[in-house]
């Protein structure tokens, strides 16, 4: 018989106890590589999802995720007159608070031009906005339901349409309004603020057509390299691809929580190997004795080895597929999206196998200097 299978038989209730304990550190482990994808994919969710080939913004800005960006609101007709678009709408983003049944709650209130590209992608329930005032669409983890009303600034919206699994970068959940409304919210002033401001500066004009900017879908088969290249020359304007949009939000904006969450799973996996390390080492000297008497008898050093390196493996395997399950039973009650991937999951059950065998190796040295004639002492 399996002599490691033997010795978990013979201290079954402590070796599950053991397995127990490190399926939770595993499964926390795999929780923020989740947690990490789930940013990442919550952060370029509403960038993909307005399916634009080009961003237009202000001139020396990195695009309204970013920095601020400002484009005056005719800027859409002069990008829709360029060769190569085949279409073109300006949006606008405000982050907002609003009272909704007696909580605060934050969201990522996106304005943008009815029938134009930049509105709500996939309306999961209801129907999207028609009318230019007073409607928005929401998104379902804002709780809100459908003939709902909300007030966003100073005035009251219904809500006629409902999304699925858009949110800010910050994970605020999105609601899409019209740009005019937008724009009111953004840009207007109170009364008591435009009076003080026209009393500063009676000059002023206090536009508000303005947008964030100007989302462009090009032709097939016009780069958007080129594009964006010959927008940049323009002095007040600038011009992003997608993909160096998704760069500037998976790079910069969320690169801080990026680093906090790979330096915080490193040190949970250090602790995992120290902690696995110390087990197989109390283990192997719980079965000192054992061990003495199996060199007493010749066994080759080969199977004492076995002895060790399969218990760990064991440990390893049977923790991580605990806490694997307990994530994947689990995952939905965490208040940010986590994402388990296939690819990431057997990249940790690798790194769970090398940890075993190199925690192991204390145990192993240990049972290798055991003397045989220590088994004939008393």
Known sequence: MNLALRDIKHNLGRFLLTCLGLSLLLGIVLAMVGIYRGLIEESLGLV????????????????????????????????????????????????????????????????????????????????????????????????????????????????????????????????????????????????????????????????????????????PGVSSEQFAAAIDRWKHLGALTQDQQETVLSRSVIERARRQIGLFTSLLLVVSAVIIGLIIYTMTIDKKKSIATLKLIGAPDSRIVGLIVQQALAMGVISFAAGAALINAMHGYFPRRVVLESGDAMLLFAIVLCVCLLASGLGVRTALNIDPASALAG
């Open 48 to 219: 993909r999802a307005a399916k634009a080939d080009i961003w237009v913004v202000e001139g020396g800005t990195r695009g309204p995720f970013a920095e601020s960006s400002r484009l005056p609101a005719d800027t859409r007709e002069i990008i829709a007159a360029q060769w190569g678009v085949a279409a073109a709408g300006s949006v606008a983003y405000q982050n907002a608070e609003v009272l909704h049944r007696g909580t605060t709650q934050r969201l990522l209130v996106v304005g943008s031009e009815i029938g134009r590209i930049g509105g709500a992608p996939h309306i999961a329930e209801g129907r999207p906005i028609l009318r230019s005032r007073y409607e928005a669409v929401a998104d379902i983890q804002t709780g809100l339901a459908l003939g709902e009303r909300i007030k966003l600034g100073r005035d009251n919206f219904t809500i006629v349409g409902l999304t699925r699994g858009l949110v800010a970068s910050g994970g605020d959940p999105v609601v899409f309004v019209s740009l005019r409304d937008a724009q009111k919210l953004q840009f207007d002033l109170t009364p008591a603020a435009a009076h003080r401001e026209a009393a500063r500066n009676p000059a002023a004009t206090g536009s508000t057509d303005t947008v964030n900017a100007v989302l462009v879908q090009l032709l």
